[in-house]
């Protein structure tokens, strides 16, 4: 089966895991632009992106609207159990699933997925469950990494380099 949706925690494997506060409060987060375009090149393919995270933030939120992700949850305590409802909204299976996070409260949706993926820099307890273990760390290449393993491994990439010719 092919994968059809792709997963992504968002700090630690969207963002490098920091979290700036300014003096105002306000919280700041850094997103890596190659990320955002393979995440759009992915959509362009007919495939679907959803975002599972424990945290809440206007910036995330804003992030996934930029990048039209449809599927977005978060202050997420079992990223396991959003995604099962979200596959039966979707007629998916965990077969048409990979998954990327980094930490503990990723650990059982990774179990789950079809494929999973984990940045450089992950927690060792994710490392040891994860399919792959990306080059690339959190916020630095991860989630590109993650797409362009795929796309390689579902024969797209004709498709996807026609996508910008």
């Known amino acids: 089966m092919s994968i059809e949706l792709i997963v992504l925690d968002v700090d630690g494997t969207m963002t490098d895991s920091r979290i700036t506060y300014s003096e105002n409060g306000d919280e700041i987060k850094s997103f890596n632009v190659k990320d955002g375009l393979a995440i759009a090149s992915w959509r362009k393919l007919g495939k679907q992106v959803a975002i599972i995270t424990g945290r809440s933030s206007q910036i995330v939120s804003r992030r996934a609207k930029e990048l039209r992700i449809e599927h977005f949850y978060q202050g997420i305590d079992n990223k ?38 984990v940045p450089r820099d992950a927690s060792a307890y994710v490392d040891k469950i994860a399919n792959v273990i990306l080059t690339k760390k959190g916020g630095n290449g991860a989630v590109r990494e993650m797409i362009e393993y795929l796309i390689i491994k579902e024969g797209l990439e004709e498709k996807y380099l026609e996508l910008w010719e």
């Open 80 to 117: 396991k159990e959003v995604l099962e409802d979200l596959l039966n909204k979707l007629d998916l299976s965990m077969d048409n699933v990979a998954a990327i996070g980094d930490d503990l409260n990723d650990l059982q949706m990774l179990k789950a997925a079809k494929i999973s993926f």
